[in-house]
């Protein structure tokens, strides 16, 4: 299974959002610039995905279907979507292969959007990951912004890192926040399972998106583990000693999510400037691509068998 945003054809807990950005656009007081911001995996982008289906898919065939918030697979808008062949639609995001969002894509996005469209519908531009966007091009797309093309929405995903001020004040900003409760709730529907019968529940994060649970149940299955019966402490010692935050995708960061929760759950007041200490090493391995070994390693020689 593929939890990939643009093919979310449901949309599970974000109902009320998708309902006041839908009545916004009916209105026509849909802000043409947006920001969505939220816990990574909180279905931000899923949001933004159904929003562009719903307007894109207008007066065509299998619309959306707004009483069960559906994307029907059939509808041209969302098959071109899939295909990355809308001239409606452009996705922005990071490279798999770098680690920021650059100024050429920017200068990419500013030459696709000035040529003429191919019809009359409304055009879309998603940034995903906005707190990967470098300074130059934070700057190139500010000069985008302060020249508004008609009939044009730039959507915004943040992940609730630190951005620029300059950038977030020309937004408007829907805060996207989920309970635990309706975490769980909504992984059990996209994954059609009690997530508690394969999870321990030593493992699971208050704040752990349904996005994060989805991907931890999938590196559990492409690793052949079994995470109902092992321990957090197991759990992170086996993902410091196979350096699975090196060959898998998802545990690079999630790592980071299971050492606050070690820490977090385990450690007492008296231990409280160890614990800000490690805190603060996390937070800045993460702003500033430190080195992640040494991180870990004395981690687990300090805190982790300490």
């Known amino acids: 299974m593929n939890l990939s945003p643009s093919n979310q054809v449901n949309l599970y807990g974000l109902e009320n959002q998708f309902k006041e950005l839908m009545s916004l656009y009916n209105k026509a007081?849909?802000?043409?610039?947006?920001?969505?911001?939220?816990?990574?995996?909180?279905?931000?982008?899923?949001?933004?995905?159904h929003l562009i289906n719903f307007v894109l898919s207008k007066n065509e065939d299998y619309s959306y279907d707004i009483k069960n918030l559906l994307i029907n697979v059939e509808n041209k808008s969302f098959k071109l979507v899939q295909n990355k062949s809308n001239p409606?639609?452009?996705?922005?995001?990071?490279?798999?292969?770098?680690?920021?969002i650059d100024i050429t894509q920017i200068r990419d996005l500013i030459l696709n959007i000035k040529k003429s469209s191919f019809n009359t519908k409304p055009r879309f531009v998603l940034i995903d990951?906005?707190?990967?966007?470098?300074?130059?091009?934070?700057?190139?797309?500010?000069k985008i912004l302060e020249e508004p093309i008609e009939n044009t929405y730039f959507i915004l995903i943040h992940n609730n890192k630190k951005i620029l001020q300059t950038l977030k004040s020309r937004f408007l900003n829907f805060k996207i926040s989920l309970s635990n409760k309706n975490s769980i709730e909504i992984?059990?529907?996209?994954?059609?399972?009690?997530i508690y019968e394969f999870i321990n529940q030593d493992l699971i994060n208050y704040y752990f998106t349904p996005g994060k649970l989805y991907n931890l149940i999938n590196f559990s299955k492409r690793n052949s583990l079994d995470l109902k019966k092992i321990q957090l402490k197991d759990f992170l010692s086996l993902i410091i000693d196979e350096t699975y935050y090196?060959?898998?995708?998802?545990?690079?960061?999630?790592?980071y999510d299971f050492i606050e929760l070690f820490l977090v759950s385990r450690f007492s007041f008296k231990y409280?400037?160890?614990f800000t200490q490690f805190l603060q090493r996390i937070e800045n391995t993460r702003k500033y691509n430190l080195d992640e070994e040494s991180l870990f390693m004395e981690f687990k020689a300090k805190l982790l068998n300490g």
């Open 29 to 49: 007081k849909l802000p043409n610039k947006i920001l969505l911001s939220g816990q990574k995996g909180s279905g931000k982008s899923t949001l933004a995905y």
């Open 187 to 194: 992984s059990n529907k996209i994954l059609d399972m009690d």
């Open 88 to 100: 409606n639609f452009t996705l922005i995001d990071v490279p798999l292969e770098k680690k920021t």
């Open 272 to 274: 409280s400037d160890l």
């Open 246 to 255: 090196k060959k898998d995708s998802s545990m690079k960061y999630m790592i």
């Open 129 to 142: 990951n906005i707190e990967y966007l470098n300074i130059n091009s934070i700057n190139a797309l500010l």
